[in-house]
């Protein structure tokens, strides 16, 4: 997006379409089916599969196998209750999968969509690959613990 495409009379339509398509975090939207219905450009950096790759998919696509049962357990009562136990603007912090199958570490925002009665009808997220920080976390927690004589988990 260039200055030209906001000078003069502001167009919100065209800036949220160009923030959403074009941010460098990943943003998706996935069904009550948990279908990707939509994948950004910041998606694609961040996990490899294009969005030709990714549209129509399950968000398995991008879950860790030994994380799956307790994803679609809460994903599918989310979506039957219209309740998810994180609020509004927590922040998570998950692992995820990358096309060429490497681990990272994500956090992420989401924000729920409902129909004209209520019903929770699907769920956009906002992700950041903050791999790189969480590494920092787990060598200065091991040196750390090192230096104590104590071990530690992580």
């Known amino acids: 997006m260039t200055v030209d495409d906001v000078a003069g009379a502001f167009d919100l339509d065209r800036f949220s379409r160009a923030l959403v398509e074009h941010i460098s975090d990943a943003i998706l939207y996935a069904g009550k089916d948990g279908l990707i219905s939509y994948w950004n450009a910041g998606a694609e950096r961040i ?15 991008i879950i860790p196998p ?25 922040l998570l912090a998950v692992p995820a999968l990358r096309k060429d199958g490497t681990r990272i570490s994500v956090e992420f925002s989401m924000l ?33 613990a090192a230096r104590s004589g104590a071990k530690h988990p992580l």
Not at 47 to 61: I, K, N, P
Not at 67 to 87: I, P, S, V
Not at 113 to 142: C, P, S, Y
């Open 47 to 61: 996990f490899g599969f294009s969005a030709e790759e990714a549209v129509g998919q399950s968000l398995d696509l």
């Open 66 to 90: 030994n994380l799956r049962k307790r994803h679609w357990d809460g994903y599918e009562k989310t979506m039957r209750t219209g309740q998810t136990r994180y609020g509004s603007g927590d």
């Open 112 to 144: 729920p969509f409902f129909d004209e009665q209520a019903r929770m009808i699907g769920i956009a997220a906002v992700l950041r690959d903050v791999t790189r920080n969480f590494e920092t976390v787990k060598a200065l927690r091991r040196e750390l």
